[in-house]
Structure formats: C-alpha cells, structure tokens
C-alpha cells in the first residue's frame, strides 16, 4: 500500500495518513520485536503478546522504555530480531565503555536508512551536481559512513575524507571543488581557524553548505560557521542505536529539524517523571524506530533535551521539527566532538597509584576548541615537589586517557585536601564552556 506513494508524497502526507502509516508499521516492528525474549518480557508485562494487540499509535504509551542500559544488557545478540545471516551490517554507540551498545542492519533495514539520507540532503538543497566531502569519522561510530551512502545515493560526487587531517581536507575541498561539507561543528571552527596558517585562502573554496551535527550546538556558533565560510549551515541529529544521521534534519528554512515519522514514533516526556508532554515543551526525546526490522527498538530514552516546535513549516513537510538539543539528561561530556562520560576518566585516575581521593574535571575553551584538565590530588606518599616521579605519573594518566577516551587532558596535581569539596553530592564537572 505504501509502495505506492513517492517519498514526497510520503513527506506531504496529512496528520492522519502519516498515523496510519505509523500504525501500520509499528505493528510490524511490535511482530519484530517479540521475536526477542527482552521485549516478550517487556511487551508481555503490558498485556501485549502479538501485533494485533495494538490497535491505535497511542497504545505505545502503555510500553515500557528501553534505556541505553537495556542495550548493555541484551549485547551482543539480546536485540537482535533477523536472522543473523540476514544482517550486513552492525554500527556501535561511539561514546560507551565496556560493552558498547550495538544495532545490526540488514540490507533492506540499510535501504530504508540510506533513503531517509537521500532525503534529508534534498531537504537541505542538496542535488547530484553537488561535490559532497564528508568529514565525519567513519567507522563503528555511524556519522560518516551514514551519510555516505545517502550521498551516494543521491548522485552527489562523494569524497569519503573522514575526519581530521586538516591540510588534505583543504587540499581536497581546494581541488575538487568541494560544494557541501559534513563536519562537526566544532571541527568546522577548527578547520576555519586553519585555513590561513595552512596556507590555503577561503577564494579558492566553492563550499555552499555544511551538514553539521554529533554534538550539541548553539544558534551563535551555526551563524558564526555561516559567517566565516560564507555558507548555509543545516544541523543533523541522529544516534547509533536510531540508526545514526537522519532521524531529524532542517530543511532549507533552518527552523528546527523534521524528525522524519513516518520512519520514527517521536515523543517527549517530562524528564523527571515521564509522563508525556505536549508540543512546545522541553523534556526528554523518546524514539521508535519503525523502519528497522532486525534491532526494534521502541520508546528508546535518548536522554537528549529538547522541544517540538509547534506549527507548520512553509516547506510543507508534515513531520513535525524538533528544536536543537539543549542538553542531556545524563551527564556525558562532549568534548571537542568526542563524547565521554566522566565515569571513564575516574575509572583511569582512580586506578593509578599514588593519586588522592579528590578529583575533578574542568573543561574550557581554548581559542575555538576544548580543553580538558584534570585536577587531582596525589596521596602523601608521592612527594608533591618530586618533580620527576610527577612527570612520570601525569604521562601515565596522559596515556591510559587517550587509550581509553581517544583525548590527552592537561593535568594538574594538588596536594592532598586542596580540591574543594561539597557538602552533598561532589561536584566532579566544571564546564566552563
Ligand atoms: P552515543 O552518544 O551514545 O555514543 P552517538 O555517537 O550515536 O551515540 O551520538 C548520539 C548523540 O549525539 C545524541 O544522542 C546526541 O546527544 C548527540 N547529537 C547528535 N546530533 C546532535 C545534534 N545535531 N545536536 C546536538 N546533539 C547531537
Ligand atoms: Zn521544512
């Protein structure tokens, strides 16, 4: 039935025809997911044994969440819904220790991601004359090659660059005349703040647009990359365990970002007691996918605050726009584009020998980019003025951080009791940023 709409029309599609096409496909995710013991449990704690248990899009609000925790739990295999001679493809969250949490794809599963990217560069203006260089990393983590394939698909002229390597992103934007970009927003200050010590100059560019997107970003540092570059700026949300890019990205108007229903069940609940919240007020994103048959994954907490933004855009697409991410319910950092949890740096620090019992983690700008110091105190037994058994230990940490969470922080001893300490809970974070 649906085979016989065009994307979009799809996208077109009025309130009620886009919920219908919900239904449809939730049913058929809900068959999918009850293929998995976790989601039998889950599923089958609400009364819900087969698809035909559901009968409206709001019975969703009946299920239980699933967390991230849930992801850890069920690796490898818990979600996995297809045959596993069926799956070609696997991606992983890039932030996570331990056991990742990970989603498999098969080769339709991947055709239905790839076409959500196709649409999401024409929303943006994007065509097949388009020299599209993607500076995202790629890999486990889904931001380069999942925008790749869309790219690809579309007919654009695709240079897979990945990310850092600044000189040779500039030499290939310079000779091949590179039109669109995909890059964090932090790299693209980099990459602006480089352009003249590298010895390239801005005239030789044809840059028109960035997809920027992975990390949180305010509406001052879009227009200052639109400013610099002289360019359009799109933001482009999307997690691994939705797939990657794609759940949500603005249109050429850059008034917030369709998060694409017909593909995904959007919801925001309040963050403290997850009750469902009413268009315009923030809280917490929760997401279905519906177009993923061998990971199903439904009322996922994405921990990412935001608000959908009421009304209708001009460019009439249906699907209602998210606003930019303020913020998340957890506390991972995302530092220069990577993202860490302080969990991770405390598990390296407080395994050395010789380090104290009080630490914490400052992150600031320096220049356009962040820098992470750690401050810990060291214990009595290491001489605060042993300047070389100090150098020794700082290099230690410096090493095991940048195995552990790919960074190299500056750090910073103290001797023991001079960090501050709080009344309740400790307070391990000062973002200065
Ligand atoms: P994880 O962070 O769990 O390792 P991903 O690498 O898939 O997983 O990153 C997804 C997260 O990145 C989102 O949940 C969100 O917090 C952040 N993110 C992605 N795109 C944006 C964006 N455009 N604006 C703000 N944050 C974003
Ligand atoms: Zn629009």
């Not at 560069?121 to 931001?143: E, R």
């Not at 610099?228 to 365990?241: K, Q």
């Amino acid at each position: 039935m649906i085979s016989c709409y065009s994307d979009s029309e799809i996208q077109m599609f009025d309130h009620e025809t886009l919920r219908a096409l919900q239904l449809i496909r939730f049913k058929k995710i809900v068959s999918q997911a009850l293929k998995t013991e976790f989601y039998r449990t889950k599923l089958g704690s609400v009364g819900i044994k087969h698809s035909s248990d559901i009968t409206s899009i709001n019975d969703i609000q009946k299920i239980p969440f699933t967390t991230k925790e849930d992801l850890r739990d069920t690796y490898p295999y818990g979600l996995l819904a297809a045959d596993k001679d069926d799956v070609v493809r696997m991606h992983a969250s890039s932030g996570t220790t331990g056991k990742p949490t990970v989603i498999y794809q098969t080769q339709s599963d991947l055709d239905n991601w790839t076409n959500l990217t196709v649409r999401s560069l024409i929303a943006t203006g994007c065509s097949h004359k388009d020299v599209f260089q993607n500076m995202m990393t790629y890999g486990l983590f889904t931001g380069g090659i999942g925008l790749h394939y869309g790219a690809e698909k579309l007919g654009m002229f695709v240079i897979p660059a990945s990310s850092g390597n600044t000189k040779r992103q500039f030499m290939l934007m310079k000779d091949f005349q590179t039109t669109v970009v995909h890059a964090t927003p932090s790299y693209m200050l980099h990459l602006f703040s480089e352009i003249e010590p590298l010895g390239f100059d801005l005239k030789d560019f044809k840059i028109k647009k960035a997809m920027i997107g992975a990390e949180p970003h305010s509406e001052e540092i879009r227009r200052k990359i639109e400013e610099c570059f002289g360019i359009d700026a799109y933001n482009s949300y999307g997690l691994s365990e939705m797939n990657g890019p794609s759940v949500a990205f603005e249109c050429e108007h850059k008034n917030g970002m369709h998060l694409w229903e017909d593909s995904y069940i959007l919801e925001i609940v309040d963050k403290n007691n997850l009750t469902p919240l009413e268009d315009g007020n923030l809280g917490e994103l929760v997401l279905t996918n519906l177009i993923r048959e061998s990971t199903p994954i439904i009322r996922y907490r994405t921990r990412d605050l935001t608000k959908v933004i009421p009304g209708d855009c001009p460019c009439g697409r249906t699907a209602r726009r998210i606003d930019r991410i303020f913020g998340r319910t957890d506390d991972m950092l995302i530092i220069n584009g990577v993202n860490v949890f302080p969990s991770q740096i405390e598990e390296v620090i407080m395994k050395m020998p010789s380090i104290g019992n009080n630490y914490r983690i400052v992150i600031r700008k320096k220049g356009i980019l962040d820098q992470l110091i750690i401050e810990t105190e060291v214990n009595s037994e290491i001489i605060i003025d042993d300047t070389r058994k100090l150098y020794a230990l700082r290099d230690r940490i410096k090493e095991e951080l940048r195995a552990s969470i790919t960074i190299s922080p500056q750090i910073e001893f103290h001797e023991p009791g001079r960090l501050p300490v709080q009344q309740g809970k400790a307070i391990r974070v000062v973002d200065e940023r």
